[in-house]
């Protein structure tokens, strides 16, 4: 009996605990809050930037489709532009909730840019971009929500990234559907094993 209210609390639960509401945005313009600057290292001609931010110097990395390269705190390719860039935070049970970066492009033209959720989910769209530098964009996530990378797809020729800012890194926490499924799974087996050693001692 006791196995079976278990059960149906369990069940109950998890219906109730339904994902949060999550929502991430993606603007043109400078973030409302205090973000922390990245670090970029400035190490050999690869596809791969590796960086850090915040105080504990969390690891993240910017991977390109062609050679890339740093110039001061700017990423640069050593064609002399690029049209893709992805950046994420090496560990993958971190997150992150808000991001800012400045885009130089070579002409006028448009930009796609889009941050990825713990769910693989894409928030974003197609932005205008101008020559000359100073297209700064934002993304920010509310409603609990975690952004694990964004990628910035621009056809327009982009000379440079620069002043990245990320915030809010976090170690990713289980929705609570998740914690759900998980005391369901802990109640499952504490039962069986209840169950089989009333079996044992019954034999």
Do not use: C
């Not at 969390?58 to 001061?72: C, D, I, K, R, Y």
């Not at 532009?81 to 992150?96: D, E």
């Not at 929705?175 to 087996?189: D, K, N, Q, Y």
């Amino acid at each position: 009996m006791k196995l079976r209210t278990s059960i149906l609390a369990g069940g109950l639960a998890l219906l109730l605990a339904g994902p949060a509401l999550a929502d991430i945005t993606v603007l043109p313009g400078t973030a409302p809050g205090a973000l922390d600057p990245v670090t970029l290292d400035a190490g050999p001609l690869d596809f791969f930037i590796d960086g850090t931010v915040g105080p504990s110097n969390t690891a993240l990395t910017f991977t390109g489709a062609e050679n890339l390269s740093v110039q001061g705190q700017k990423i640069v390719a050593a064609t002399g532009t690029f049209n893709f860039l992805l950046f994420s935070l090496v560990n993958p049970t971190l997150t992150f909730t808000g991001a800012e970066f400045n885009l130089n492009a070579a002409a006028n033209g448009t930009t796609s840019i889009f941050a990825y959720d713990q769910f693989g989910n894409g928030f974003g769209g197609v932005y205008a971009l101008k020559a000359a530098g100073n297209n700064f964009f934002n993304v920010a996530a509310a409603n609990g929500q975690h952004i694990q990378s964004i990628v910035v797809m621009s056809s327009a020729a982009l000379d440079d990234i620069a002043q990245i800012r990320l915030g809010g890194v976090q170690a990713l926490v289980p929705e609570p559907a998740t914690w759900a499924m998980m005391i369901l799974g802990f109640g499952g087996v504490g039962g069986l094993v209840r169950l089989r050693r009333r079996v044992q001692a019954l034999a």
